[in-house]
């Protein structure tokens, strides 16, 4: 596609939930990066995949965060057991290995509501 | 690792005039800085970057300034349009081997007034 999308845009559970938060990159971006932005706040960064290895996830908060990118392409962060802190907007952006170093393209984003 | 910050949450400018908006750096080891705006209910989308061993870079309508001295950066915008209205946030890159991680400060928010 055109940019990078996320699905669901919206999503509400309640506490205790397993939740999937889908990312489909910019086609031919090796690069993907998820960060979450609570509200009011700038990006938080979780995770970095260069194609389809985890090359950091030091961003990652605890284990109940897991992310994975098994064809190089789409990715899914799984959140488990979910706590009302893990609500806000979970971003995902991609980016061209040829392009600048901080130029991610990011989505809109899905947002999370733990009940 | 170290917080990147911003002097002002919020600034408003009559449409056609410059805006000036600041960040500081705590991380003096810092090479890299990217300026994003965010519009309501969208992503982040890049502005420009600058390296440490540069002063200033021009693009279009936009300039940032790096001050390694006092750890400061600031991106003006000329002649600023009601399109500008948004939130801006300094990042910095960590730039560790391949990795692109990038650290955001807690932004500034832009209105732009008719």
């Known amino acids: 596609g055109a940019g990078v999308s996320q699905t669901p845009s919206n999503k509400v559970t309640e506490k205790g939930k397993y939740v999937e938060l889908r990312c489909d990159p910019i086609?031919?971006?090796?690069?993907l990066y998820w960060y979450r932005q609570s509200l009011g706040q700038g990006p938080e960064f979780l995770i970095y995949?260069?194609?389809?290895?985890?090359?950091?996830d030091s961003g990652l908060p605890n284990d109940r965060f897991f992310a994975v990118r098994p064809e190089g392409s789409v990715s899914t962060l799984k959140i488990q057991r979910t706590e009302r802190g893990d609500s806000a907007v979970y971003l995902c952006?991609?980016?061209?290995?040829?392009?600048?170093?901080?130029?991610?393209?990011f989505g809109e984003g899905s947002r999370l509501t733990v009940l | 690792g170290e917080s990147v910050g911003l002097h002002l949450p919020t600034l408003s400018v009559q449409e056609g005039d410059n805006s000036i908006i600041n960040c500081a750096y705590s991380?003096?080891?810092?090479?890299?800085f990217i300026w994003y705006k965010q519009e309501s209910g969208k992503g982040p989308q890049f502005i420009i970057d600058?390296?440490?061993n540069m002063d200033k870079r021009q693009g279009q309508r936009v300039t940032v300034l790096l001050n390694k001295t006092v750890k400061h950066l600031s991106l003006q915008i000329a002649a600023t349009q009601p399109g500008d209205s948004a939130v801006y946030f300094c990042?910095?890159?960590w730039g560790r081997g391949s990795a692109r991680q990038l650290t955001f400060g807690s932004g500034t928010q832009l209105t732009v007034l008719p």
């Open positions: 990042a910095e890159n």
């Open positions: 086609s031919g971006h090796t690069a």
């Open positions: 995949f260069q194609g389809t290895g985890a090359a950091d």
């Open positions: 952006a991609s980016s061209d290995a040829r392009g600048r170093a901080g130029e991610l393209f």
């Open positions: 991380n003096s080891a810092s090479d890299y």
């Open positions: 600058i390296r440490s």
